[in-house]
């Protein structure tokens, strides 16, 4: 079920390209892609054949409107055939607008209201550890809803916690109302959390900052994008 090997980037452009219907949130669903291709290919312990497994680790896409990047990379690992791409917007299809768990493979949690997926990752890290499960548990949110209030609890419940197995991914291109002074990284670090801020195109700094050593501490990654690239 696999697209053929060759470049990661051609084969996930052709797949990306595949859907249409919804270019109002191209840019938000572009802005991901990198962060979703090494998290797949190179990071989280996660296959297609192993969707119910309980030590699988969990990846949550808090920033579920624009999910074309999402679907892109599901289809590149073998969790849809590339061709149910081609009617993604349809009223039957399985790829609605925002993911389904109920209906798309590998997908963990419904995603539509922002500011949910970061909270229901702390609550997941913390069910995994009380089932003395090492799964790591692994969110992506976007800069722009950590305005949302049901963030600031999390990640200061998350720090008080000590949920080393929680990694939160921020994209970050500057799309929030307020902006953090400082810089988002700071927003976790006061809470305890470990931070790392790279190029959210770099492939390599990506999985450097995802595979940090941070025991005794939630992880946050900032994924800095520039509109346009």
Same mark, same amino acid.
């Given at each position: 079920?696999?697209?053929?090997?060759?470049?990661? +980037? !051609?084969?996930?452009?052709?797949?990306?390209?595949?859907?249409?219907?919804?270019?109002?949130?191209?840019?938000?669903?572009?802005?991901?892609?990198?962060?979703?291709?090494?998290?797949?290919?190179?990071?989280?312990?996660?296959?297609?054949?192993?969707?119910?497994?309980?030590?699988?680790?969990?990846?949550?896409?808090?920033?579920? +409107?624009?999910?074309?990047?999402?679907?892109?990379?599901?289809? !590149?690992k073998?969790?849809?055939?590339?061709?149910?791409?081609?009617?993604?917007?349809?009223?039957?299809?399985?790829?609605?607008?925002?993911?389904?768990?109920?209906?798309?493979?590998?997908?963990?949690?419904?995603?539509?209201?922002?500011g949910?997926?970061?909270?229901?990752?702390?609550?997941?890290?913390?069910?995994?550890?009380?089932?003395?499960?090492? !799964?790591?548990?692994?969110?992506?949110?976007?800069?722009?809803?950590?305005?949302?209030?049901?963030?600031?609890?999390?990640?200061?419940?998350?720090?008080?916690?000590?949920?080393?197995?929680?990694?939160?991914?921020?994209?970050?291109?500057?799309?929030?109302?307020?902006?953090w002074?400082?810089?988002?990284?700071?927003?976790?670090?006061?809470?305890?959390?470990?931070?790392?801020?790279?190029?959210?195109?770099?492939?390599?700094?990506? +999985? !450097?900052?995802?595979?940090?050593?941070h025991?005794?501490?939630?992880?946050?990654?900032?994924?800095?994008?520039?509109?346009?690239?």
């Open positions: 079920m696999a697209v053929p090997s060759e470049p990661a +980037h !051609a084969q996930l452009r052709a797949l990306f390209r595949r859907m249409t219907g919804d270019e109002k949130h191209e840019w938000a669903a572009a802005s991901t892609l990198d962060v979703l291709w090494v998290l797949y290919d190179r990071v989280l312990d996660v296959s297609p054949d192993r969707v119910d497994d309980p030590d699988r680790d969990r990846f949550l896409l808090s920033k579920g +409107h624009g999910p074309m990047a999402y679907y892109a990379v599901l289809a !590149a073998g969790y849809l055939e590339p061709s149910t791409l081609d009617d993604w917007t349809a009223w039957d299809s399985p790829l609605g607008q925002h993911p389904d768990r109920v209906l798309v493979p590998g997908v963990e949690i419904g995603s539509g209201s922002l949910h997926g970061l909270p229901i990752a702390v609550g997941t890290s913390l069910g995994l550890r009380l089932q003395g499960r090492a !799964a790591r548990t692994v969110v992506l949110v976007g800069d722009a809803e950590l305005d949302e209030g049901s963030n600031h609890e999390a990640i200061a419940l998350a720090g008080r916690l000590a949920l080393d197995r929680l990694t939160t991914v921020v994209v970050d291109n500057e799309s929030g109302t307020h902006g002074p400082g810089g988002v990284a700071r927003r976790f670090e006061v809470e305890g959390w470990q931070s790392s801020t790279v190029d959210g195109r770099d492939q390599g700094a990506l +999985h !450097a900052a995802l595979t940090r050593e025991t005794g501490r939630p992880l946050v990654v900032v994924a800095r994008i520039e509109e346009g690239r």
